[in-house]
């Protein structure tokens, strides 16, 4: 597998991912615990049938147990945060700080053995993360005040996705289809908090079980495998800085499912998010080469 051909594969991820906010207002009024749980349930059982039909089950027993503690620690950590951080905290200013990990994603991908940080990539994802800071503060939501736990926790899950995310290309020999036990395993772990924190309140009607259905399939199922071959093979600093098209598309979504209003505003975070995406991309213009592992 060529790397052009792995980041092409993770950027599909950002594509699933710009869906979550429409399936999740979908899936209403089931809290945030359970959704985890029967989303990541039906990800992690069609991957389960998916891995058995294909190479078969043996591929994932030898695989090391930190391996699998890492990958559910990334997902069940990264949401948990998550869904916390928007309990206690506005929207808006919850949504810009989460949204900080593509930036992160870029900056620590340096560290990486073979990889370059480039000046253009810096400057490409700053460029990006203005037009996403003003698509999340454009929404309007206000409060009087900020609890300052609630960003904590935000700024705690941008950092978590983006370690989880780079600390994958260091398990480039890992096959993706691990990812299937992260899932399961997460589903596990959200089960028991959403029995120790939560009420069971199911989808109210039949379009709520279908964007719980959706969800499972696509952005919090698919897309975690997607997002693996492209962090683990592709270039993941061009990624980082593509995954600042995720607010811009998720709030197109949302104006076309009318859940929103189109401004002014998103035509000019359009430019900014694109012209950062242009610039990562012109920095990390070279040789089509083999990924590892390909």
Known sequence: ????????????????WALLALLAIGSAPVPPFLLNALCFGIGGGLALIW?????????????????YAFGTIGLFGYHALYFTA???????????????WPLFIVLFSGFLPGERLGLLHVIGA????????????????????????G????????????????LSR???????????????????LSVAAHLAFEQ???????????????????????????WDVGMKKGDIQLLGVASYAAPLLSTLALIAGGRATATPMLLVAAVLI?????LAARASMKPVRPAAGG
């Not at 928007?86 to 900080?100: H, K, Q, V």
């Not at 899950?157 to 370690?163: E, K, P, V």
């Open 170 to 188: 260091r398990l480039g020999a890992v096959p993706t289809e691990t990812v299937t036990v992260y899932c399961l395993a997460t589903a596990v």
């Open 274 to 278: 694109t012209g950062g995406a242009a």
């Open 51 to 67: 891995v058995a039909a294909g190479p078969g089950l043996g591929v994932l027993r030898g695989v090391s147990w930190k391996v």
């Open 200 to 226: 069971t309140v199911w989808p109210a009607s039949n379009w709520g079980w279908l964007s719980v259905l959706a969800l499972g399939l696509g952005p919090v199922g698919a897309a975690f495998f997607t």
């Open 151 to 166: 960003l904590v926790l935000a700024f705690l899950c941008a950092l978590a996705w983006a370690a989880y995310s780079v």
């Open 1 to 16: 597998m060529t790397q052009q051909r792995a980041t092409a594969i993770g950027f599909t991820a950002i594509l699933m």
């Open 86 to 100: 928007f309990r206690i905290a506005p929207a808006a200013e919850t949504g810009l700080i989460a949204y900080l």
């Open 126 to 149: 700053l460029v990006a993360f203005v037009g996403a800071a003003l698509i999340v503060l454009s929404r309007g939501d206000t409060a009087a005040e900020l609890p300052v736990m």
